[in-house]
């Protein structure tokens, strides 16, 4: 009912900057809560970052103040702005959409690698 696809991974060095964007068919777009995951080699999936359809975000505490969530409802898209990153932030990550708004993620996008060297 919900495709995802996802765009922007890559290979960074340490400090640098990267955005990831999202975008969604199949559904109003605006009646989606989204959310960015990620998972690292080993690690179990973690979460990242949400935005509400009302445009309420929260964060991990280990991206707080680096990764920012936006959505733009006239693109169907979500991005996720990293700055400074670091090589721990290297992970697959996955767009995901929450029809409810309850923090129950139906749809999964097929995921996007992210790599940052020193």
């Given at each position: ?28 777009f ?5 959310g ?17 359809w ?11 103040g ?12 979500v ?13 697959h990550?996955?767009?995901a ?5 309850m ?12 790599t940052?060297?020193?």
């Open positions: 009912q919900v495709l995802l696809v996802e765009s922007g991974g890559g290979s960074v060095q340490a400090g640098g900057s990267l955005r990831l964007s999202c975008a969604a068919s199949g559904r109003g605006s009646n989606l809560s989204m960015w995951f990620r998972q690292a080699r080993g690690k179990e999936r973690e979460f990242v970052a949400r935005i509400s009302s445009g309420n975000t929260d964060y991990a505490d280990s991206v707080k680096r990764f920012t969530i936006s959505r733009d409802n006239a693109k169907n898209t991005y996720l702005q990293m700055n400074s990153l670091k090589p721990e932030d290297t992970a990550y996955y767009c959409a929450d029809p409810s708004g923090k129950h993620y139906d749809y999964w996008g097929q995921g996007t690698q992210v940052v060297s020193s």
